[in-house]
């Protein structure tokens, strides 16, 4: 995690707060916005009646937690109360409000788009109606306490990270974990998508026993050696020794090695040595050949 960088997200006005009015579908059923499918699903789950369920989507985002409190209290299953359903509530709200954040994702293109521009930003969720889901404060209140703590944002996602050294004051920040993880997510299947290819059958080079072409499965998996694959590039900078010699990168060494096949005096090879940079050796390479005629 980038820990000198914060993205403060504020209350359900906000693009990347689970109760901005964006509706989503699930199995027939429309939800004015993820908050609503969580809390929804919670109580669907408890066998709560479905009219009374129903109550829910006609509720304000803002409102929609209390209101789902309200009709648990009134619907309580037998034998049971907030207490003794705790940790189910606590477990059911981690697994339905990343589903229904995953379905915003899926949904609304600018909400997944900006969720990703954070690249690994430590999210806090500035809603002061809301210290479960957010801190418990509006993003001017969390940053006058900050000052007040003399806490900067290291000290911020030290506290994130471990519970039993948070303040008090500071709220539990769900939301802003969901997104996170949401955002791990998706890049992963990003990556996993670069990597997986549909298969096709083509004609080898081989033949059979009748002369024919033996069919061999291949995919069109191009890799683009940027990113996470930069480093099995050739113009990776990274200085490596062979035979007691040392070289900057991989170009670095191809080049030295042909610039020594065609036999070039030591002041042509010492160009290509103090490139910096292994992307412009092959047009220092140029250069030099181009002289040399």
């Not at 995953?102 to 900006?114: G, N, P, S």
């Not at 430590?122 to 900050?146: H, P, R, S, Y």
């Not at 113009?235 to 040392?246: H, I, Q, S």
Request: charged share 25%; with cysteine; glycine share 4%.
């Amino acid at each position: 995690m980038d820990e000198d960088k914060i993205v403060l997200i504020g209350n359900e006005s906000d693009l990347l707060h689970c109760g901005y009015n964006f509706a989503i579908r699930y199995e027939g059923k429309r939800y004015p916005s993820a908050a609503h499918f969580t809390h929804y699903s919670i109580l669907h789950s408890l066998n709560v009646p479905e009219h009374a369920v129903e109550e829910l989507l006609c509720t304000n985002s803002s409102d929609v937690h209390q209101k789902a409190l309200v009709i648990l209290q009134e619907y309580m299953p037998d034998g049971h109360d907030l207490n003794s359903l705790a940790n189910y509530l606590s477990s059911s709200l981690h697994s339905y409000s990343l589903q229904g954040l995953r379905l915003r994702a899926e949904h609304d293109k600018d909400f997944e788009k900006t969720l990703m521009k954070t690249n690994e930003a430590l999210l806090i969720v500035c809603d002061e109606k809301n210290a479960q889901l957010g801190i418990g404060m509006d993003d001017k209140t969390f940053m006058e306490w900050m000052t007040k703590e003399k806490a900067d944002s290291r000290q911020i996602a030290f506290w994130m990270r471990n519970e039993h050294t948070k303040p008090a004051d500071l709220g539990q920040n769900q939301l802003g974990r969901y997104l996170m993880w949401l955002r791990y997510e998706i890049r992963e299947k990003r990556k996993a998508a670069m990597l997986s290819r549909p298969i096709i059958s083509v004609e080898g080079l081989s033949t059979d026993k009748d002369d024919k072409p033996v069919m061999i499965n291949v995919n069109d998996l191009v890799i683009s050696l940027e990113g996470i694959f930069h480093p099995l590039s050739n113009y990776y900078a990274f200085p490596f020794e062979m035979k007691n010699e040392r070289y900057r990168s991989v170009e670095h060494y191809a080049y030295e090695k042909l610039f020594n096949s065609l036999k070039l005096d030591d002041k042509a090879l010492e160009k290509i040595q103090t490139t910096p940079v292994p992307l412009n050796v092959p047009i220092v390479a140029q250069k030099v050949l181009r002289q040399l005629e």
